[in-house]
């Protein structure tokens, strides 16, 4: 068997082998073959990696590889690694197949030593580069390597530039710089007993299993939860001849973006620092210039360097991002990716490709994410505005959010009841505090990540939520918070939190409202080019998905915002809202009542209401197809809360009085306790229990079709069924409905064709869906309780207690409510649809779990072939682009997310 190359020369790779050489390595050498000067060099592969973190150590075949790609650098560059006289230094840098920017370890200038350094001195006639070199390499490798605190070295620079009496490092000369070493070398024996490592090819090997080691480094892994990224990658290393930025003020490093990627704006856009290596362009160390500088400091390089990263865009045809640095005039290029950009930036940019020819309208959807449309349709704070900013945390959940700072949930509801608007800061929250968070505009919490209880809860809620800002120091006890700038904000002082940026603020910072909601909604004042950009896109993807979108909504309000927003109908009204307030009385006097009389004067006094709610939401909904579930939720749910009920009698009691009808409703109460209300007497069970109840919402739908019939308007309702787990209980809650539409057509004279269709939302509905298509007339998946009894658990009582703890051990990757799990529940969508077209081949089947909003999962949905998914309103566009998405990767192959 011939064994595993696990090293490759940049010739020999390219941009699309990232699995095996990373991001950075693969686009090295596609650089490399498209002719630009990068400097030559190797990559060594993830492979090589993940048998290093397997074993514990490097395949044994890697050494004699290195040896022949670095015997071939050394030729190229005519120079041996670390020659005392001429040496020739590299770089061993990280580089994964995702970018994780600076989590990972890069160590710069190995090579040098104590004769080496001098070597190069004499070389690029040049002491001081060679000695800032040496600590440079010092500090990397003793951070990197031997893992020394970082600190060490910076409080061992800042002593020399003291005595120096400077913040600057270019003030420092060769002497100094010596006795940087000098300190620096003693750290190093100091934290490992042991010299710094003066043979080169050691120096190089400790490098790059180090470069590995980072792989697993807690802030990568943290980072990689987040991102979502898998953690059993591994990272490529890539071994390049050093170039020197760092060579005198004719030489220096940058950063730049063929567009800028926070707008999209056209025209280049980056950094530039004189006299520096790598890293120090985003260390901050000095204050860098702006690009367009670099044409007055050296025109041949910048002109070279616009020439290359129009040639960039050409190829990737796509915004990139660059390193480079300009040694002694000559320009050299280090990394360039496609660049990560902001939501505005990515429909911008996908727009200005198609003017410009390079892409067309089924690459531009492929460009942009539902994820981003979201973020630009939060309402957003003005950056224009002058603010005060306290911290930063992580964008748990996005929207921009201004009120009081309160400090727990108890003061959260208060407040908010009496009109004041709040965001609750807490150290973190745990379920006590759901009331505070439904209470309060948004959410601050100074401890946790993106899975903690505030952001998985605040983001179900679509709630603006920021988490693990932990440089504020949040005091719930004494009800303050500081800012790492000494700024104290106490209950009652109005913050801002922004939760697309993670950033907060004091003060009311102003919001605007997004100018793409507002297109959306049909108000275009101004048409800017977002907007523009934002129109094209969706109106190709309407005409390129498979699926149909309908919306999840419950009013008529709802509906026809559903409508402007795209909608193609409702996939899902639900009716319990139809029986609270008020209307209540009549369902209490429902569950009470003793004989058929009191049952039917319950129900009769329900169906003109009924009828009225009908009659608005389908008006509204005109000529779209409109599926009403049936009453869900237990009956339970509409009585009075026992406690309060309890309290209430008790009190009575003690007065020695006596309330017949809360005596009555206390027994109800106990009578219908439900030990799993979740699993008890709900959906199409309720149907069969309770005689009259589903025949009075038929009857209400029915006579508001036929009244609007008679307006010559296109009523189009949809019954459905909820909870069905055998065909029998459809066929007869069926069989009654039909009898109900007939005698609804026959009294008012119109023709009636009225589907009946039925959740499937448990596994045995699923299972035994060729039987249940015989009766259905169309399915509908509810997967939020389909996934609910997949698994056997109840939402609210497991998402608090232990998902957290399932993200991190890795059980979920997501949690299934906001993604199908495709393996599971996903199985069970597909053996529905295949088991119930089987019956029924042209059986309409859609989604309307909160799934149908999700991107992955309407893509899975798009797979299976399902003809709709259903959504709440504001997703409605989310959902037309992800279809779209789904369309052009499935036909073009590729699915480019
Ligand atoms: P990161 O992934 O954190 O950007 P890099 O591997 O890109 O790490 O390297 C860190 C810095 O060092 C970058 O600014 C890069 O341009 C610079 N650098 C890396 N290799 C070389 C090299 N061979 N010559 C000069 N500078 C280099
Ligand atoms: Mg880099
Ligand atoms: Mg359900």
């Given at each position: 068997?011939?064994?595993?190359?696990?090293?490759?020369?940049?010739?020999?790779?390219?941009?699309?082998?990232?699995?095996?050489?990373?991001?950075?390595?693969?686009?090295?050498?596609?650089?490399?073959?498209?002719?630009?000067?990068?400097?030559?060099?190797?990559?060594?592969?993830?492979?090589?990696?993940?048998?290093?973190?397997?074993?514990?150590?490097?395949p044994s075949s890697l050494d004699d590889?290195?040896?022949?790609?670095?015997?071939?650098?050394?030729?190229?560059?005519?120079?041996?690694?670390?020659?005392?006289?001429?040496?020739?230094?590299?770089?061993?840098?990280?580089?994964?197949?995702?970018?994780?920017?600076?989590?990972?370890?890069?160590?710069?200038?190995?090579?040098?030593?104590?004769?080496?350094?001098?070597?190069?001195?004499?070389?690029?006639?040049?002491?001081?580069?060679?000695?800032?070199?040496?600590?440079?390499?010092?500090?990397?490798?003793?951070?990197?390597?031997?893992?020394?605190?970082?600190?060490?070295?910076?409080?061992?620079?800042?002593?020399?530039?003291?005595?120096?009496?400077?913040?600057?490092?270019?003030d420092l000369d060769a002497d100094d710089?010596?006795?940087?070493?000098?300190?620096?070398?003693?750290?190093?024996?100091?934290?490992?007993?042991?010299?710094?490592?003066?043979?080169?090819?050691?120096?190089?090997?400790?490098?790059?299993?180090?470069?590995?080691?980072?792989?697993?480094?807690?802030?990568?892994?943290?980072?990689?939860?987040?991102?979502?990224?898998?953690?059993?990658?591994?990272?490529?290393?890539?071994?390049?001849?050093?170039?020197?930025?760092?060579?005198?003020?004719?030489?220096?490093?940058?950063?730049?973006?063929?567009?800028?990627?926070?707008?999209?704006?056209?025209?280049?856009?980056?950094?530039?620092?004189?006299?520096?290596?790598?890293?120090?362009?985003?260390?901050?160390?000095?204050?860098?210039?702006?690009?367009?500088?670099?044409?007055?400091?050296?025109?041949?390089?910048?002109?070279?360097?616009?020439?290359?990263?129009?040639?960039?865009?050409?190829?990737?045809?796509?915004?990139?991002?660059?390193?480079?640095?300009?040694?002694?005039?000559?320009?050299?290029?280090?990394?360039?990716?496609?660049?990560?950009?902001?939501?505005?930036?990515?429909?911008?940019?996908?727009?200005?490709?198609?003017?410009?020819?390079?892409?067309?309208?089924?690459?531009?959807?492929?460009?942009?994410?539902?994820?981003?449309?979201?973020?630009?349709?939060?309402?957003?704070?003005?950056?224009?505005?002058?603010?005060?900013?306290?911290?930063?945390?992580?964008?748990?959940?996005?929207?921009?959010?201004?009120?009081?700072?309160?400090?727990?949930?108890?003061?959260?509801?208060?407040?908010?009841?009496?009109?004041?608007?709040?965001?609750?800061?807490?150290?973190?929250?745990?379920?006590?505090?759901?009331?505070?968070?439904?209470?309060?505009?948004?959410?601050?919490?100074?401890?946790?990540?993106?899975?903690?209880?505030?952001?998985?809860?605040?983001?179900?809620?679509?709630?603006?939520?920021?988490?693990?800002?932990?440089?504020?120091?949040?005091?719930?006890?004494?009800?303050?918070?500081?800012?790492?700038?000494?700024?104290?904000?106490?209950?009652?002082?109005?913050?801002?939190?922004?939760?697309?940026?993670?950033?907060?603020?004091?003060?009311?910072?102003?919001?605007?409202?997004?100018?793409?909601?507002?297109?959306?909604?049909?108000?275009?004042?101004?048409?800017?080019?977002?907007?523009?950009?934002?129109?094209?896109?969706?109106?190709?993807?309407?005409?390129?998905?498979?699926?149909?979108?309908?919306?999840?909504?419950?009013?008529?309000?709802?509906?026809?915002?559903?409508?402007?927003?795209?909608?193609?109908?409702?996939?899902?009204?639900?009716?319990?809202?139809?029986?609270?307030?008020?209307?209540?009385?009549?369902?209490?006097?429902?569950?009470?009542?003793?004989?058929?009389?009191?049952?039917?004067?319950?129900?009769?006094?329900?169906?003109?209401?009924?009828?009225?709610?009908?009659?608005?939401?389908?008006?509204?909904?005109?000529?779209?197809?409109?599926?009403?579930?049936?009453?869900?939720?237990?009956?339970?749910?509409?009585?009075?809360?026992?406690?309060?009920?309890?309290?209430?009698?008790?009190?009575?009691?003690?007065?020695?009085?006596?309330?017949?009808?809360?005596?009555?409703?206390?027994?109800?109460?106990?009578?219908?306790?439900?030990?799993?209300?979740?699993?008890?007497?709900?959906?199409?069970?309720?149907?069969?229990?309770?005689?009259?109840?589903?025949?009075?919402?038929?009857?209400?739908?029915?006579?508001?079709?036929?009244?609007?019939?008679?307006?010559?308007?296109?009523?189009?309702?949809?019954?459905?069924?909820?909870?069905?787990?055998?065909?029998?209980?459809?066929?007869?809650?069926?069989?009654?409905?039909?009898?109900?539409?007939?005698?609804?057509?026959?009294?008012?004279?119109?023709?009636?064709?009225?589907?009946?269709?039925?959740?499937?939302?448990?596994?045995?509905?699923?299972?035994?869906?060729?039987?249940?298509?015989?009766?259905?007339?169309?399915?509908?998946?509810?997967?939020?309780?389909?996934?609910?009894?997949?698994?056997?658990?109840?939402?609210?009582?497991?998402?608090?207690?232990?998902?957290?703890?399932?993200?991190?051990?890795?059980?979920?990757?997501?949690?299934?409510?906001?993604?199908?799990?495709?393996?599971?529940?996903?199985?069970?969508?597909?053996?529905?649809?295949?088991?119930?077209?089987?019956?029924?081949?042209?059986?309409?089947?859609?989604?309307?779990?909160?799934?149908?909003?999700?991107?992955?999962?309407?893509?899975?949905?798009?797979?299976?072939?399902l003809d709709y998914v259903s959504c709440?309103?504001?997703?409605?566009?989310?959902?037309?682009?992800?279809?779209?998405?789904?369309?052009?990767?499935?036909?073009?192959?590729?699915?480019?997310?």
């Amino acid at each position: 068997m011939p064994e595993t190359k696990y090293v490759y020369d940049f010739a020999e790779g390219n941009k699309d082998l990232k699995d095996l050489l990373g991001g950075k390595g693969a686009n090295l050498a596609e650089m490399t073959n498209l002719g630009l000067p990068v400097p030559p060099g190797f990559t060594i592969t993830t492979e090589a990696c993940t048998v290093f973190l397997e074993t514990g150590s490097t395949p044994s075949s890697l050494d004699d590889e290195v040896t022949t790609h670095l015997d071939a650098l050394e030729s190229a560059r005519g120079k041996r690694l670390g020659d005392p006289d001429d040496p020739l230094l590299v770089s061993v840098r990280s580089g994964a197949k995702f970018s994780m920017p600076g989590m990972m370890e890069t160590v710069l200038n190995v090579g040098l030593n104590d004769r080496s350094v001098e070597g190069l001195a004499r070389q690029a006639d040049n002491e001081r580069f060679a000695w800032d070199s040496y600590r440079r390499l010092i500090q990397m490798f003793g951070k990197t390597v031997q893992h020394i605190e970082g600190e060490a070295f910076e409080d061992a620079l800042d002593e020399v530039k003291r005595a120096k009496d400077t913040d600057n490092d270019l003030d420092l000369d060769a002497d100094d710089l010596r006795k940087v070493v000098d300190a620096y070398k003693g750290i190093v024996r100091e934290h490992t007993g042991a010299d710094f490592p003066q043979d080169p090819r050691e120096q190089l090997t400790a490098a790059i299993n180090a470069v590995f080691n980072s792989w697993n480094s807690d802030r990568a892994v943290l980072y990689r939860r987040q991102e979502r990224i898998p953690g059993d990658l591994g990272t490529a290393v890539s071994v390049v001849a050093m170039v020197f930025g760092n060579l005198g003020m004719d030489s220096g490093t940058g950063v730049a973006f063929t567009r800028d990627p926070g707008t999209g704006e056209q025209g280049v856009y980056g950094d530039y620092l004189q006299n520096a290596q790598g890293e120090d362009v985003v260390a901050g160390i000095r204050n860098t210039v702006p690009l367009q500088d670099l044409e007055k400091l050296d025109k041949t390089s910048y002109d070279r360097l616009m020439e290359i990263m129009a040639t960039l865009e050409g190829h990737y045809k796509d915004l990139c991002d660059i390193e480079f640095t300009v040694e002694a005039g000559q320009l050299w290029m280090l990394q360039t990716r496609v660049g990560k950009r902001t939501a505005a930036a990515a429909f911008r940019i996908a727009s200005q490709l198609v003017d410009e020819g390079v892409i067309d309208l089924d690459e531009a959807v492929q460009r942009v994410t539902g994820e981003q449309l979201v973020q630009l349709m939060f309402p957003q704070f003005d950056t224009t505005a002058k603010v005060h900013q306290l911290g930063r945390g992580m964008s748990a959940s996005p929207g921009a959010a201004v009120g009081k700072a309160v400090f727990d949930s108890y003061t959260a509801v208060k407040w908010s009841r009496s009109g004041e608007k709040v965001i609750l800061v807490r150290r973190e929250t745990n379920p006590d505090d759901l009331n505070g968070m439904i209470a309060a505009q948004g959410i601050l919490t100074s401890r946790g990540g993106k899975t903690s209880h505030a952001a998985v809860v605040a983001r179900g809620m679509g709630k603006t939520c920021v988490c693990g800002a932990e440089e504020l120091q949040v005091n719930t006890k004494r009800r303050y918070l500081t800012a790492p700038d000494g700024t104290e904000v106490h209950e009652g002082d109005v913050i801002s939190v922004d939760g697309t940026t993670g950033r907060v603020y004091l003060g009311e910072v102003p919001v605007v409202d997004s100018p793409v909601v507002s297109y959306f909604e049909g108000v275009v004042e101004e048409q800017d080019d977002l907007v523009q950009a934002v129109h094209r896109i969706m109106t190709h993807a309407d005409s390129t998905r498979r699926m149909g979108v309908r919306a999840n909504a419950d009013t008529a309000e709802d509906a026809e915002r559903a409508r402007r927003f795209g909608a193609e109908g409702i996939g899902l009204c639900r009716t319990e809202h139809m029986f609270l307030g008020e209307r209540r009385q009549h369902v209490e006097r429902l569950i009470l009542a003793e004989d058929d009389e009191q049952r039917d004067q319950a129900l009769e006094a329900l169906l003109p209401l009924q009828r009225w709610d009908f009659l608005q939401l389908l008006t509204a909904m005109d000529g779209l197809p409109t599926t009403i579930r049936l009453l869900d939720p237990p009956l339970h749910e509409f009585l009075p809360n026992i406690t309060e009920l309890s309290v209430r009698v008790a009190l009575a009691e003690s007065r020695g009085e006596k309330n017949e009808n809360d005596l009555r409703l206390m027994q109800a109460v106990h009578r219908l306790h439900e030990a799993n209300p979740m699993l008890g007497l709900r959906g199409v069970r309720l149907g069969l229990v309770v005689p009259g109840l589903f025949d009075l919402q038929v009857r209400a739908i029915a006579e508001a079709a036929a009244q609007l019939l008679k307006l010559g308007k296109d009523p189009k309702p949809e019954i459905m069924i909820p909870l069905v787990g055998s065909v029998q209980e459809l066929e007869i809650i069926q069989a009654d409905a039909k009898k109900v539409l007939a005698e609804v057509a026959e009294q008012t004279g119109e023709e009636l064709s009225i589907l009946i269709g039925t959740m499937i939302e448990l596994p045995r509905a699923a299972l035994t869906a060729d039987q249940i298509a015989e009766a259905a007339q169309f399915f509908s998946f509810g997967t939020n309780d389909l996934t609910q009894t997949t698994w056997g658990f109840s939402r609210d009582d497991v998402e608090a207690a232990f998902f957290s703890t399932y993200l991190e051990v890795g059980i979920f990757g997501v949690s299934p409510f906001e993604t199908i799990d495709v393996d599971g529940v996903g199985e069970l969508v597909r053996i529905g649809t295949e088991k119930g077209r089987a019956t029924r081949p042209d059986l309409k089947v859609g989604v309307c779990g909160e799934h149908g909003g999700d991107p992955d999962s309407v893509h899975f949905f798009n797979e299976v072939g399902l003809d709709y998914v259903s959504c709440s309103p504001f997703r409605v566009p989310v959902a037309r682009l992800e279809a779209a998405r789904a369309t052009v990767s499935q036909e073009g192959g590729s699915d480019s997310r």
